[in-house]
């Protein structure tokens, strides 16, 4: 069963034109839920941890969001630079320790 | 600061036969990640250390892939033998493993990856 889910798949912006991709996951006692960035032919980059419901960061265009059941990341005004992949994760408990869980990723493309 | 390093960044290989990837954590971060990213799927644990010793390999496809973190330090992942579906990045993240934390609840610093190619 899949404990993180990302949509959309795949997301087209106008630039300027603001949007928000969607990150929810299943998995109980939340420990962080982070957001990634990664550009083709790179590893994951990191933006942002959340931590608990109704904790806010931002970082330039990007504003993280979360609540007990999913997190957003919204992009105001995006520009093309900001084309890339951007993966949500959060840690799956697996016996005494935790594992680091992907979702598949919403690939974002912003046309000039 | 200096990164993560991997080696190599490409690797083509026939099915059957093996290949070794190396990865050089930031210094002085205590836990190493392996991951295997498909494309157009998010990444996948492998294997996790923390120091020289496993923390979680439950995702390892043991019959073929190992790793080892000797000395606390560099790791390898090894595939031996290869097959066709291990086509696929292979990654490799460190993290601080800030005190008081559990491991795989830590910021994660990515290396670019290791692109394999099974023939």
């Known amino acids: 069963e899949d404990q993180v889910t990302q949509s959309p798949e795949a997301l087209r912006l106008q630039e300027g034109e603001s949007s928000s991709l969607n990150c929810s996951y299943t998995v109980s006692g939340l420990r962080g839920l982070f957001w990634y960035r990664q550009d083709p032919g790179k590893g994951p980059e990191f933006l942002f941890t959340?931590?608990?419901a109704g904790e806010e960061k931002e970082k330039e265009r990007l504003k993280a969001t979360l609540t007990k059941k999913e997190s957003f990341l919204h992009i105001t005004a995006p520009k093309p630079e900001d084309s890339a992949t951007y993966l949500c994760a959060v840690p799956a408990p697996s016996g005494g320790s935790y594992i680091p869980t992907f979702g598949r990723g919403t690939s974002l493309i912003v046309h000039p | 600061e200096a990164g993560v390093a991997q080696s190599p960044r490409y690797k083509i290989i026939e099915k059957r036969q093996s290949v070794a990837f190396w990865c050089n954590p930031i210094s002085g971060h205590a836990t190493l990640y392996w991951y295997q990213q498909i494309l157009g799927q998010g990444p996948k644990l492998l294997i996790q250390f923390q120091n020289n010793g496993v923390v979680d390999d439950s995702q390892l496809p043991k019959d073929r892939f190992s790793a080892e973190r000797l000395k606390g330090v560099d790791s390898t992942l090894k595939i031996q033998p290869a097959k066709l579906e291990d086509s696929a990045v292979y990654l490799c993240?460190?993290?601080?493993?800030?005190?008081?934390?559990?491991?795989?609840?830590?910021?994660?610093?990515f290396g670019p990856g290791t692109r394999l190619t099974v023939l």
């Open positions: 959340l931590y608990s």
């Open positions: 993240a460190s993290s601080l493993q800030t005190q008081g934390t559990t491991t795989g609840t830590d910021t994660q610093y």
